[in-house]
């Protein structure tokens, strides 16, 4: 007989109970236990970070974490962005900067914004394109994504809405910061990249 364990979360701030095998990754657990489908799978190897998720309020790859390493915390996907009907901030900035193409990276990447955001909410661009190294995006390019993260910056500095238990807590867990390490090569370069065919095709 499988081992299963009980664990309870909070996954956007509603409790969740459940039994799980001790070997059940959390990005699974979220997409196919509780249907929330906003953590997506890609390299799952802690890479790329598209399956990133808060937990108590520091991003981590759910790809590289067993549910039962959740259990006793607390959970934000993309789903959890949105309260009362409306737009976070950082969501809002990422619909009216187009920072999304295909959109595979985009709830990770607006997670890690949040996070940003809240480490730093008043970001210089070279600060930003540091933070967001730990996500790969594969269409945009990275530029409108910056833009993306600049407008939340500036929004929320406005005094615009946001939400205290995203924002705040902090907590324990992989973090995307140490990941991150792998990927610092790649993300920047892509960027820089990018630039130089931006600026080659303007001259
Ligand atoms: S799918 Fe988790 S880091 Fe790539
Ligand atoms: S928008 Fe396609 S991977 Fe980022």
Not at 24 to 43: N, S, W, Y
Not at 150 to 174: F, H, Y
Request: glycine fraction near 10%; charge should be negative; include cysteine.
């Amino acid at each position: 007989m499988v081992d299963r364990h009980r664990i309870e979360l909070v996954v956007n701030g509603e409790t969740e109970t459940q039994e799980v095998e001790p070997r059940r990754l959390l990005v699974d657990f979220l997409r196919e236990d509780l249907g929330l489908l906003g953590a997506h799978i890609g390299c799952e190897h802690g890479v790329c970070g598209t399956c990133t998720v808060l937990m108590n309020g520091e991003t981590i790859r759910s790809c590289i974490t067993f549910a039962v390493q959740a259990d006793g915390q607390e959970i934000t996907t993309v789903e959890g962005l949105a309260s009362n009907g409306k737009f976070h901030p950082v969501q809002e900035a990422f619909w009216e900067k187009q920072g999304l193409q295909c959109g595979y990276c985009t709830p990770a990447m607006m997670l890690r914004t949040v996070e940003i955001l809240r480490e730093n909410p008043s970001p210089t661009r070279d600060q930003v394109r540091e933070g967001i190294a730990s996500q790969l995006c594969r269409c945009t390019g990275y530029q409108y994504i910056i833009d993306a993260v600049l407008e939340a910056a500036r929004t929320m500095s406005a005094g615009a809405e946001t939400d205290g238990k995203v924002l705040v807590k902090q907590g324990a867990g992989p973090s995307s910061a140490e990941a991150a390490a792998q990927t610092q090569g790649s993300g920047p370069a892509l960027e820089e990249e990018a630039e130089d065919a931006s600026r080659q095709k303007e001259s």
